[in-house]
C-alpha cells in the first residue's frame, strides 16, 4: 500500500495541516482537501466497494477512523482560531478608559443674554415682576395710546416696519404700560425685557433690532423721587452702592415730565470715568392713564437699550457684532458675569 492508500499517513498529513492553518480560511481549505468529496479520504471509501468483505471490514473502520481524528482536528483547530481571532479583535478595539476624553466646543450664554438675566435679577430682587409683550404691536399701544398724536414728529423718530394688515414691529417696549394697566390693577411694580425695532440707518451704535427694558411703577403718590431712588437703586446694584446718578430734562409724549437718565461710572480698564446715557424716564402722563381707564392714580416709567448698556462697560466698539456671531468677539465674554 502506498502512502496516498495508508489511512494513518493521510491522517497524520492532514493533522500536520490543520494544525498550520493560520486562520480560518486556511482551514476551511484543508476541509475541503481532505474531507471533500474529491479528498483522499473519500475515494479511500470509494474504493472499499472491490474489496473483499473481510478487507473491507478492517480498512474501513482505519478510514473511519482517520476521517474522525481529522473532522476532530478540525473543530478543534477552528474553535483555536476563532479564539484567537476575537482576542485580536478585542485588542485591536482597546479602550482606555483612563486617557483624557476629547472636547468639542461648548456653547455659552451670548453677552447680551447675561446683560438681561443680571438685570432681571436686580430688578426681581427689588420686588418687580418680570412681564413680556408682542413684538407685533398695533398702531394703538405702540403710539396713540401712549400718547403720540397721529402726525407728532416724535412718531418720525420712531420709524418702523409695518405689516400690511396695518400692525407694525414695535418700536420700543413702552407698548406693554397700557396692556399691562388694562389687565391688572394697581399698585405694581414690573418690568419688561424684549426685542424692539426701528427702520433706521444701520451703524456702529443704532441697529434696527434691539432690546430694551422697560420699568412702570404705578400706585398712590408715587413722586419723581420714588423714580430717581429707583433709578439709584438700579445703579447701586448694576455699578456698586453710591454710584452717581443724573436726570436731565427731556421730551417723551407718554411722561410728562419727562428726562433722560446717566450713570456715572468708571472704566474698569481706563480707568476713566464720564456719564453712560441709558434711556428715558419720567412720571406716567394723564392721558396714558386714561388710554388705560385708569383714574386717581401715580406711576413712573423708565426705558434703556440693552445693547448700548453692555457695549461700554465690556467694550464693544460697534453694536453690529453682537449679531455677527463672530466667536472671536463672543468667545472674549464666556467668563463674564
Ligand atoms: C422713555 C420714558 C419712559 O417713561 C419709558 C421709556 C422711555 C424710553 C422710550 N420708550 C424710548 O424708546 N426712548 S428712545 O427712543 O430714546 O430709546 C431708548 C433707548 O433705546 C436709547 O437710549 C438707546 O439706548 C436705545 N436705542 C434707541 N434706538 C436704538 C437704540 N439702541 C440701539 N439701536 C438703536 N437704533
Same mark, same amino acid.
Given at each position: 500500500?502506498?502512502? !496516498? ?15 498550520? @492553518?493560520?486562520?480560518l480560511? @486556511?482551514?476551511?481549505q ?5 474531507? &471533500? %468529496?474529491? &479528498? ?7 474504493s472499499? =466497494? ?7 471490514k ?12 481529522v473532522? @476532530?482536528?478540525i473543530?478543534?483547530r477552528?474553535?483555536e ?22 472636547? &468639542?466646543?461648548s *456653547? ?6 447675561k ?9 426681581q430682587?427689588? &420686588? ?9 404691536e ?6 396713540? #395710546? ?5 402726525e407728532h414728529p ?10 400690511e ?8 417696549? !413702552?407698548?406693554?404700560q ?12 414690573v418690568?419688561? /425685557?424684549?426685542?424692539? $425695532?426701528r ?8 441697529? #434696527?433690532?434691539f432690546?430694551?427694558?422697560?420699568a ?11 423714580? %430717581?431712588? #429707583? ?17 436731565? /430734562?427731556s $421730551?417723551?409724549p407718554?411722561?410728562?415730565? =419727562?428726562?433722560? $437718565?446717566?450713570?456715572?461710572w ?10 453712560l446715557?441709558?434711556g ?9 392713564f ?5 383714574? *386717581?392714580?401715580?406711576?413712573? #416709567?423708565?426705558g $434703556? ?10 467694550g ?8 455677527? !456671531?463672530d ?7 464666556r467668563?463674564?458675569?
Amino acid at each position: 500500500m502506498n502512502e !496516498s492508500q495508508d489511512p494513518t499517513a493521510l491522517k497524520q498529513a492532514a493533522l500536520q495541516e490543520i494544525q498550520e @492553518a493560520g486562520d480560518l480560511d @486556511a482551514l476551511q481549505q484543508c476541509r475541503v482537501r481532505w474531507l &471533500g %468529496k474529491k &479528498g483522499p479520504l473519500t475515494a479511500l471509501l470509494r474504493s472499499l =466497494g472491490s474489496m473483499s468483505p473481510e478487507e473491507r471490514k478492517a480498512f474501513g473502520q482505519d478510514v473511519n477512523a482517520a476521517k474522525q481524528a481529522v473532522q @476532530a482536528a478540525i473543530d478543534s483547530r477552528k474553535t483555536e482560531l476563532e479564539a484567537a481571532a476575537l482576542d485580536a479583535q478585542l485588542e485591536n478595539e482597546r479602550v482606555d478608559v483612563t486617557l483624557p476624553g476629547t472636547h &468639542g466646543p461648548s *456653547g455659552g450664554l451670548h453677552l447680551l443674554t447675561k446683560v438681561t438675566n443680571r438685570l432681571l435679577d436686580v430688578f426681581q430682587s427689588l &420686588g418687580y415682576d418680570v412681564v413680556t409683550g408682542p413684538e407685533l404691536e398695533t398702531e394703538h399701544y405702540n403710539f396713540s #395710546a401712549l400718547n403720540f398724536p397721529p402726525e407728532h414728529p416724535a412718531r418720525d423718530e420712531q420709524d418702523t416696519f409695518w405689516t400690511e394688515d396695518g400692525r407694525l414691529l414695535r418700536t420700543h417696549t !413702552s407698548p406693554m404700560q397700557v396692556r399691562y394697566m388694562e389687565q391688572h390693577k394697581p399698585p405694581f411694580k414690573v418690568v419688561v /425685557p424684549g426685542k424692539v $425695532f426701528r427702520n433706521e440707518a444701520v451703524d456702529a451704535t443704532h441697529e #434696527a433690532q434691539f432690546h430694551q427694558l422697560e420699568a412702570l411703577v404705578v400706585g398712590e403718590r408715587v413722586t419723581m423721587a420714588d423714580l %430717581k431712588g #429707583a433709578i439709584q437703586e438700579m445703579a447701586d446694584a448694576l455699578f456698586g452702592e453710591g454710584t452717581k446718578t443724573r436726570l436731565q /430734562p427731556s $421730551f417723551f409724549p407718554f411722561v410728562e415730565p =419727562g428726562a433722560e $437718565f446717566a450713570i456715572w461710572w468708571t472704566h474698569p480698564k481706563t480707568g476713566k470715568e464720564e456719564w453712560l446715557e441709558l434711556g428715558g424716564c419720567g412720571m406716567v402722563h394723564p392721558n396714558v392713564f386714561k388710554a388705560a381707564g385708569y383714574e *386717581g392714580v401715580t406711576g413712573f #416709567a423708565f426705558g $434703556f437699550g440693552i445693547e448700548r448698556l453692555a457695549m461700554v462697560p465690556y467694550g464693544v466698539p460697534d453694536i453690529r457684532w453682537f449679531y455677527q !456671531s463672530d466667536l472671536r468677539v463672543l468667545d472674549q465674554f464666556r467668563g463674564s458675569l
